[in-house]
């Protein structure tokens, strides 16, 4: 049984993978390195040889700039030092992906970020069967449901509605978080042109070129303030209460995140719209996961760990927690 | 209960005082009796369940959810109510109801503290998440939405068009639901009767004094004293003691709701004795250990005895003098203090001087701690609600200055998020240190908070969540009513009221002033 914490190894800086020489979302640069996807925590530039989903590489191109890497698809994988490495498709944004890995019998998946929500601008979470499953707990909490996100989405017309001459700044995590929510209003039946922060502007038109249609985007620079009146503006988290929200005309601001589910973080944050969108797994998610993989262990890398792990215990499934650097709660929630 | 909730999350969200006096006239136009009465209760903290405690619920979380798994969850909200609303479980196929404020009151009112787990966990079943979040406040006490009982009353007046100074008066006569109160408002019904109940009466308050002279015939000179402004009320047997925003404040001060036994309504300074000023009056900072307690322990009603030096006479038995003029109301005063028991109420007496030049030398060498300025009151003015023109004046003592450097900033609220608004600011210690003294968010114009942001931005050294610690290179001239001693800082004094008062960019730093001459200013 011991077997696989002897060829699977948990550091501060990634998961190594021993036979493979092969590091999983190292936080330091390293010569081999699979990505599961394209945040930051888990994403690094300066790596040697990268496997990765054709989307997440695009992505760390347009962050980093690196070209090297080989194309992974969804199903698809390659062989190394034994292992047999496979990607499947995580829910989490755009490209993200699980990593299973195969090796003299054993299947281990390593998930990176995962959510089992539909969400109209990635692949849906696939459920891999395995005997080791290594999962996020970004919202290892039973205080941590995410709503649907259809009543999310109308909290924002609502309050258009009450308040037709203001505009709705919304906060939104550059990628991934930003481009769900444009596809969610539009399927909500926003046509209008939908206001970007500079920021956001690259990451969208990236989505755009991979297939992800979003409608007409404009930038907030370009625009004159009395024209913003009455629209949804989306800027990274940062600049809700940043010197470029000046430009606005007394904007509502709005953040749309997992941590908005807790009234003390939304008004933290000066926020008025609080959005309870995750790109996250919730806590039902997480234990419903488990529950449906049943796997002989479970290894959780960050978040809250404490919580998932005690309700493992609960549950008499064998659990442990990883203490992996660098993943530290942020705006991506 | 559904409404309510989204009432109360708006308030939550909300920071604009428009937009929350908005969203509560809408509630109660739109808002049937009882609900709309027990929800302007909720509001104002004025509803009590001796059978709920904080503890009541935080058990009851225990028998749906791992103690462990709610420990760690309460720990992450910081909340008991919120964590138990969030983490109660929703049983598939449930459905949920929407039960009225009513139903809950009701339930809870019928509650004993061997049936409110069963009845507090039933109504939980039967709600939502933001509904379970109303409710457990409600149950529990401390809203915390941002609501006064003055702005509630505020959002009353507006909703129904009814004077403020009607509302303030009725308000406290009635208890809740309210209904009476509603049915006058909105309907333009009966005024309720008032005769044999302790309500509140709406203070009568004063303009700043600005002007070079008065002539003093017309006008009696009073001390300000330096507590908080208090209303006392007894009639129909019944004592009350109000603050001046109307929040009736009797529990923290039982010592002057048993010793006022006349029928009467008293308007005065509440203050608590001490050694400082010669037996008579200690610092606001003596009194402020006594603010805010649900219940006062006999040591602390022994350590800081409180008392009432009375400014006014509104009532003397069933007599209302509030038409009469001034000095009408202080002869019948001046025989009416004698009656009360001398520890805990006294007069406030007039300062006798010859002039106005007489007056302002006095003035110029008050540096009591008990003593904010001087009241100049016109002689014949009738007591009226609200700040009236012409009638009384309040005349601070000069504010006392400190050069002082700036270390932290703190981004404002509401229209401010963008701006590094709130500032710290400290002095010098003999070793060279700095220590804070203060902090202060007011004083300076548009063009200089714009130049104040630009400056922690550009001297920025650390950043702490919202606060940013600044490069120790800007001296804030600062401006403050006075300064005590206190344990909460380490430099061990606080400021009262300060506010920046220029910006010294031509002053050097090691010029700021020592924590030493500030001590010195302690009176």
């Not at chain 1, 590091?23 to 330091?28: A, K, R, T």
């Not at chain 2, 509630?152 to 209904?179: G, S």
């Not at chain 2, 009408?328 to 004698?338: A, C, D, N, T």
């Not at chain 2, 702490?464 to 120790?472: L, S």
Request: hydrophobic share 40%; glycine share 8%.
């Amino acid at each position: 049984m011991a077997k696989a914490k002897h060829w699977i190894e948990p550091h501060p800086q990634g998961i190594y993978v021993r036979p493979a020489d092969v590091w999983i979302d190292p936080s330091v640069p390293k010569e081999n390195a699979v990505v599961t996807h394209g945040h930051a925590d888990h994403a690094r530039g300066g790596h040697g040889d990268v496997w990765a989903t054709p989307e997440t590489l695009a992505i760390m191109g347009l962050r980093y700039g690196t070209e090297a890497g080989t194309p992974v698809a969804y199903g698809e994988g390659f062989e190394r030092g034994g292992v047999r490495f496979s990607l499947h498709s995580a829910g989490h944004v755009l490209g993200s992906a699980q990593v299973l890995m195969e090796y003299q019998g054993e299947r281990v998946v390593v998930t990176g970020d995962y959510k089992r929500r539909p969400d109209p601008t990635c692949a849906p979470f696939q459920l891999v069967p395995c005997d080791i499953f290594i999962t996020e707990a970004t919202f290892g909490l039973p205080v941590f449901r995410h709503p649907p996100i259809k009543g999310e989405i109308a909290k924002i017309f609502a309050r258009l509605e009450a308040e037709p001459d203001s505009s709705i700044l919304i906060g939104a995590y550059a990628l991934g978080k930003a481009q769900r929510v444009i596809a969610e209003l539009r399927r909500a039946g926003w046509d209008k042109p939908i206001y970007l922060h500079g920021a956001q502007v690259r990451m969208c038109e990236l989505y755009e070129e991979l297939g992800v249609s979003l409608g007409e985007l404009r930038l907030v620079m370009d625009t004159p303030k009395e024209e913003m009146r009455g629209q949804i503006i989306i800027a990274p988290p940062s600049a809700l209460t940043d010197k470029w929200s000046r430009r606005l005309s007394d904007p509502v601001t709005a953040m749309a995140s997992g941590w908005m589910r807790v009234r003390g973080r939304a008004r933290q944050r000066g926020v008025e719209i609080p959005l309870v969108i995750s790109d996250h797994a919730d806590w039902d998610e997480l234990t419903e996961t488990i529950r449906e993989l049943a796997p002989r262990e479970t290894w959780i890398t960050h978040g809250s760990e404490d919580g998932l792990l005690r309700w493992c215990e609960l549950h008499q499934i064998k659990a442990r927690a990883l203490a992996m650097v660098g993943r530290e709660e942020g705006d991506d929630g | 209960m559904r409404r309510f909730a989204a009432l109360i999350d708006s308030l939550i969200y909300t920071r604009s005082r428009n937009a929350k006096l908005a969203a509560i006239a809408t509630y109660l136009r739109e808002t049937e009796d009882p609900d709309r009465g027990w929800a302007l209760a909720a509001l104002t903290d004025s509803l009590d369940f001796p059978a709920v405690k904080s503890a009541t619920i935080r058990n009851l979380a225990g028998t749906r959810i791992d103690p462990e798994l709610f420990r760690l969850s309460r720990h992450h909200v910081g909340d008991t109510a919120e964590t138990v609303a969030l983490v109660w479980p929703e049983a598939e196929g449930r459905v949920q109801s929407d039960p009225t404020i009513d139903d809950v009151v009701q339930a809870l009112s019928a509650a004993n503290r061997a049936t409110a787990p069963d009845i507090v966990a039933s109504l939980l079943d039967s709600m939502n998440s933001n509904s379970r979040y109303a409710l457990l406040k409600l149950a529990v006490g401390g809203m915390r939405v941002g609501v006064s009982a003055r702005l509630a009353k505020t959002a009353f007046a507006q909703a129904f068009d009814v004077a403020l100074d009607d509302v303030e008066e009725l308000w406290h006569a009635l208890d809740p639901p309210y209904e009476k109160l509603f049915a006058w408002a909105e309907q333009g019904g009966d005024r309720p009767d008032l005769s044999a109940t302790p309500f509140f009466r709406p203070f009568m308050l004063s303009h700043p004094f600005e002007g070079d002279s008065l002539d003093l015939d017309q006008y009696a000179v009073e001390w300000k004293w330096d507590g908080i402004r208090v209303q006392a009320v007894h009639l129909g047997g019944e004592t009350r003691l109000y603050s001046r925003g109307g929040d009736d404040i009797s529990a923290s001060f039982p010592d002057i709701v048993e010793a006022f036994d006349r029928d009467g309504v008293i308007d005065g300074e509440l203050l608590v004795r001490g050694t400082d000023q010669g037996g008579e009056a200690a610092s606001f900072n003596a009194l402020q250990k006594r603010l805010g307690r649900k219940t006062v322990s006999k040591k602390m009603r022994q350590e800081l005895p409180a008392f009432v030096r009375i400014y006014d006479l509104l009532m003397e038995g069933k007599d209302d003098l509030r038409l009469s003029p001034w000095h009408e109301r202080r002869e019948r005063l001046e025989s009416f203090v004698p009656k009360l028991h001398p520890d805990h109420f006294d007069l406030s007496a007039l300062v006798d001087v010859d002039d106005f030049e007489a007056l302002e030398a006095m003035r110029a060498g008050a540096r009591d701690a008990a003593i904010e300025g001087v009241m100049l009151k016109r002689r014949e003015s009738p007591y009226l609600s609200g700040r009236v023109t012409g009638h009384w004046y309040k005349w601070k003592r000069d504010p006392l200055n400190a050069d002082c450097v700036m270390m932290y900033a703190q981004r404002g609220n509401g229209r401010r998020a963008s701006f590094y608004s709130d500032y710290t600011f400290g002095c010098w210690t003999e070793d060279g240190e700095l220590l804070p003294v203060g902090k202060a968010y007011s004083g300076f114009t548009d063009e200089e908070l714009k130049w104040l942001d630009r400056f922690v931005r550009q001297n920025t050294l650390n950043r702490f969540g919202p606060v940013r610690e600044v490069k120790k290179s800007l001296v804030l001239e600062v401006a403050f009513d006075s300064i005590h001693e206190s344990g909460r800082h380490k430099s061990g004094l606080a400021m009262r009221f300060p506010r920046i008062h220029r910006i010294r960019k031509d002053k050097p730093v090691d010029e700021a002033d020592r924590i030493a001459t500030l001590r010195a200013m302690i009176s």
